[in-house]
């Protein structure tokens, strides 16, 4: 059975940093690509960043780029998000999605986590 | 940026057949996938590559292209099927994802 549980998220001020997880199993993580997808409260599903099988290609949303940064341990069948310089607008759900094949950004997601909250507030 | 557009909502009675429909120019060049979600729950992949449907997903669920635009079809709409409808895709590089704004499908 595959199983992604995300973790990390919290309350945090504007201006700090997060650094969320997502712990893999039931599949063979080394191939697939791995996406982050967020949904702030009431609203629809935005697509963050994602990563491909090796680490070989990664994508990221014009609204996370250059204070994002996605990364993965195949050999801890692992996906993580650091999220520097969070501001207001990044208060979401974050979550950990399975792609359906080994490129980042343009095969789907086929198995999704629950989600971890992100706060962003002073 | 590039981004995909849905109708807000679609609204069907119950047996009849409910059409969402997603556009966006880089439709001819990566494929749309559509994912079901019902409130407090994760989305669940429904359609994959355009047309294709995942083992579990009633084949009442289908989806169809045409030139910059994606159709997700549910044939005899269920009171189950009531939940937000999104379609995603990629841009034309295949270097980011993008989803549609969402579709709200009411069961009358």
């Known amino acids: 059975e595959v199983q992604l549980v995300e973790s990390g998220g919290g309350l945090v001020q504007p201006g700090r940093s997060l650094r969320l997880s997502c712990a893999a199993s039931g599949f063979t993580f080394d191939d697939y690509a791995m996406h982050w997808v967020r949904q702030a409260p009431g609203k629809g599903l935005e697509w963050v960043s994602g990563i491909s099988w090796n680490s070989g290609s990664i994508g990221y949303a014009d609204s996370v780029k250059g204070r994002f940064t996605i990364s993965r341990d195949n050999a801890k069948n692992s996906l993580y998000l650091q999220m520097n310089s969070l501001r207001a607008e990044d208060t979401a759900l974050y979550y950990c999605?399975?792609?359906?094949?080994?490129?980042?950004?343009?095969?789907?997601?086929?198995?999704w986590g629950q989600g971890t909250l992100v706060t962003v507030s002073s | 940026s590039y981004e995909l557009t849905q109708p807000p909502s679609v609204s069907v009675s119950p047996g009849q057949t409910a059409r969402i429909t997603c556009s966006g120019d880089a439709l001819p060049k990566q494929y749309a996938y559509w994912y079901q979600q019902k409130p407090g729950q994760a989305p669940v992949l429904v359609i994959y590559k355009d047309s294709e449907r995942p083992s579990g997903i009633p084949e009442r669920f289908s989806g169809s292209s045409s030139g910059t635009t994606v159709t997700l079809t549910i044939s005899g709409v269920q009171a189950e099927d009531e939940a937000d409808y999104y379609c995603q895709s990629a841009d034309s590089s295949g270097t980011y994802g993008v989803f549609g704004g969402g579709t709200k499908l009411t069961v009358l």
């Open positions: 999605a399975k792609g359906t094949g080994r490129l980042a950004a343009r095969e789907g997601d086929d198995y």
